[in-house]
């Protein structure tokens, strides 16, 4: 089935700048994504979020940015400290008219985000 | 406010043992859906309940059983372990039952290992 996918698996950047994850989708009709960031031995922690009627939202020191039109996610970091570090997963949630579809995030793989001091 | 809570951390079984994962959630929140997560692979989701006293399955749920036992507690159930089991397992809660843009928060996961 159709899934969320990421371009790069591992990032490397220098703490003080700025960092980029993408995620590619290919359900059009998904209508809500989520960034979530994992650090080692624990579970997924909420970011932010975006529903499709919005081409950005912005957080402390985070934006994510939606491209609908190539169904494209990313998030940015801004002044990326060691704390960053952790991967970094997009789901997507689809709105679907009965029950199991209106529940079921999707996940990618993840990206691995390192900072280097 | 713990949040999202589960026990056991860590568990090694035998194969053909049989366990039970809890999973709480202190936020008054309807929804609550367990995952598992191997190593490349994002998180799948196993079971979930949307509201108290329903139960439905997700993408995997060949091997497992849940239970919503009251609002706040969702319990993972495997009958007969096996080794493709081995994985991390995490527990989730969404405020609102039947919306699509609600999120998800997680709890610490289960690591379990089958022998």
């Known amino acids: 089935g159709e899934s969320v996918g990421l371009h790069l698996p591992t990032l490397s950047v220098q703490e003080g700048d700025n960092s980029i994850i993408n995620c590619a989708y290919s359900n059009s009709a998904s209508d809500y994504f989520i960034w979530y960031k994992q650090e080692s031995g624990k579970g997924p922690q909420f970011i932010i979020d975006?529903?499709?009627?919005?081409d950005k939202r912005q957080g402390q020191r985070v934006t994510v940015l939606l491209n609908k039109t190539v169904k494209h996610l990313s998030l940015q970091i801004a002044a990326t400290q060691p704390g960053d570090s952790a991967v970094y997963f997009c789901a997507e949630n689809i709105n679907g008219n009965s029950g199991a579809g209106s529940y079921q995030l999707t996940f990618g793989k993840g990206t691995k985000l390192s900072v280097i001091p | 406010n713990a949040g999202v809570t589960q026990t056991p951390k860590f568990q090694v079984l035998k194969t053909g043992q049989s366990m039970t994962l809890q999973c709480a959630q202190d936020m008054n929140h309807n929804s609550m859906y367990w995952y598992r997560q191997d190593p490349g692979m994002g998180l799948r989701l196993i079971y979930y309940?949307?509201?108290?006293?329903?139960?439905d399955k997700g993408e995997v749920p060949n091997g497992y059983n849940v239970s919503r036992l009251n609002k706040r507690e969702f319990s993972l159930r495997l009958e007969s372990a096996a080794p493709s089991q081995t994985s991390v397992y995490f527990c989730?809660?969404?405020?609102?039952?039947?919306?699509?843009?609600?999120?998800?928060?997680f709890g610490p996961g289960t690591r379990l290992t089958v022998l």
């Open positions: 989730a809660s969404s405020a609102v039952q039947g919306a699509s843009t609600d999120t998800q928060y």
């Open positions: 309940s949307a509201s108290e006293g329903t139960t």
């Open positions: 975006i529903r499709s009627n919005m």
